[in-house]
């Protein structure tokens, strides 16, 4: 976890005019009602719709992520639970390529660290000011800020024989990379390509130096020891619906694992496809505990989870991020202003990638 100095005091708010839309959304799927209060904030200002349940439910804070609603000017933005922008950093051109803006990250000083894919890793100040840079076509889906101050990247699109992780200096020094081929460089592995040989989306370094790795083309959620070898895994596959009846199976059900993330109970919170939705898998029993899926497809891919400390659950789609509560309740989401007849159609537009929450304390949740 790393602390913020928050920036509501330090910057002036860009305000959003919102406006009531008439009704009230109930919340479906749950044990008991959470009536939300729809707000939305001016389209032409690139504001978002809000929708809040009584806000002692929600885990305090504001929410950090990137915003590409508009794809020719993608930005990270901060809000609070009104969905105001307390801050944001729009990416210049001359570092962005459309929908090319990936995974941010919050820096301790109150800035931000982002990867564009195929352009590199930057780091800004509060201000906004470019301050460390390391351009390489490498650095893709994931960056997490280490204790020494490291870069942790992830690399999607690698070949076999290329670094899917590795860690950089902000200087650009890369000091360990991950190759993958003494753990996976054999049969039936080699034989695999979709966007890259492992096609990994995310790491997560734990304290004692291991890595919580997703693996996407190989349908695994592993943890690899400081060494990079595999202590466990997870695996993830369609199931026959008739093995599933006669519980003859050893995967859990879904394909596409992203951002999975080491919960304080020791489980591991995992976003899948096929379909969209958030499991939380025992590693032990290899058995899900928790299970939630957007009603109707609401938000459209599911691609992140973080579980908050009042036990509630980020959960980031492409087009709205939610918070839930414990029993699958959402009591807030927010959803972006794009056009989503349009997106529904294309396919192109992705509006959201990952969120994390920053609490009033300034420790983050989720990376």
């Known amino acids: 976890m790393k602390q913020r100095v928050h920036l509501m005091q330090r910057f002036p708010r860009t305000v959003l005019r919102r406006v009531c839309l008439l009704g009230l959304v109930l919340a479906t799927g749950c044990e008991r009602d959470h009536v939300l ?10 504001g978002f719709e809000v929708e809040s349940a009584a806000a002692g439910e929600l885990a305090s804070g504001t929410v950090f992520f990137a915003d590409a609603s508009n794809r ?14 307390v801050w944001q950093y729009r990416v210049p051109p001359e570092l962005v390529l459309a929908t090319s803006l990936m995974d941010v990250a919050p820096t301790p000083g109150g800035g931000a660290l982002f990867v564009v894919d195929g352009v590199g890793a930057f780091e800004v100040d509060a201000e906004g000011e ?14 997490d800020l280490l204790d020494d101050g490291s870069w942790l990247l992830t690399n999607g699109w690698a070949r076999m024989g290329e670094p899917h992780f590795m860690i950089v200096t902000p200087e650009g020094e890369t000091t360990w990379e991950w190759l993958g081929l003494d753990q996976y460089g054999m049969l039936p592995y080699t034989d695999i390509y979709r966007e890259g040989w492992m096609h990994a989306n995310a790491a997560q ?13 190989f349908y695994r959620v592993v943890m690899l020891d400081p060494a990079g070898d595999p202590v466990w895994e997870i695996q993830f596959d369609e199931i026959d619906p008739d093995a599933y009846d006669a519980g003859e199976y050893d995967v859990v059900e879904g394909r596409n694992p992203h951002e999975p993330e080491l919960t304080p109970d020791g489980t591991v919170l995992v976003a899948l496809h096929r379909p969209s939705q958030v499991v939380e898998v025992d590693v ?21 989870a973080n579980r908050l400390s009042n036990g509630n659950t980020l ?3 492409a087009h709205a991020i939610f918070e839930l ?4 309740a959402v009591l807030w989401k927010l959803r972006s202003n794009v ?7 294309s396919g192109s537009v992705r509006s959201f990638y990952k969120a994390v929450l920053i609490d009033d304390d300034g420790e983050v949740y989720g990376g």
């Open 205 to 217: 370094r734990q304290p004692d130096g291991s890595m919580l790795v997703s693996l996407r083309n």
């Open 72 to 85: 020719d000017h993608p930005r990270i933005v901060e809000v609070n639970r009104a969905g105001e922008v």
């Open 325 to 328: 509560s414990p029993d699958g």
């Open 37 to 46: 209060d729809v707000k939305t904030g001016e389209a032409a200002f690139l």
């Open 284 to 304: 032990e029993t290899q058995e899900v505990v928790w299970r939630w899926s957007p009603p109707d497809d609401d938000g459209a891919t599911i691609r992140d």
């Open 315 to 317: 959960v980031t789609a």
């Open 339 to 345: 056009d989503r007849s349009e997106a529904a159609v």
């Open 130 to 143: 470019l301050v460390h840079a390391f351009e390489s076509i490498q650095p893709s889906h994931d960056i």
